[in-house]
Every structure is written in structure tokens, then in C-alpha cells.
């Protein structure tokens, strides 16, 4: 399943667009909340608006986002 928590992808769409995300919470009707390099605050984003990666990372593991540049 690409749509799952911690899974890295990249932003298509909007003022972040090319910088790498982190799912934290999968909400429903196709939406996430994810956090991104430039916008470090959790918000909510349409999945269409996201590339997967076939990674995936815990949002508990300090060390994984900063090497993401997400904190």
C-alpha cells in the first residue's frame, strides 16, 4: 500500500512542489497530512498532488527526517 504513514514522496503540486515529504497521518476522501522540507508545520494534502517513493521511514526516528532535511 503506497498510502501509509511514514511513507516518503515527493511533492508535485503548490509552493513546495519537488521537495521531499513524510505521510504522518492518512485522514479520508484521499487526503494526507505530511510534512515537507520548506513547510516544516503538519498540513493536509490531496494524495494526487504526491509522487511515492518505495520508502518508508518512522516519523519517530529523528536521525531519517534530518537526513530528508524534514526538521
Not at 494534502?45 to 526538521?71: G, R, V
Request: glycine share 6%; with cysteine; proline share 0%.
Amino acid at each position: 500500500m503506497l498510502v501509509e504513514t511514514g511513507r516518503v514522496c515527493i511533492k508535485k503540486y503548490g509552493r513546495d512542489a519537488g521537495d521531499n515529504a513524510v505521510i504522518t497521518q492518512v485522514l479520508e476522501n484521499g487526503f494526507v497530512k505530511i510534512i515537507t522540507e520548506t513547510r516544516k508545520k503538519e498540513r493536509k494534502c490531496n494524495t494526487s498532488h504526491l509522487e511515492f517513493l518505495n520508502e518508508k521511514i518512522s516519523i519517530n526516528d529523528k536521525e531519517a527526517l534530518k537526513k530528508l532535511n524534514l526538521i
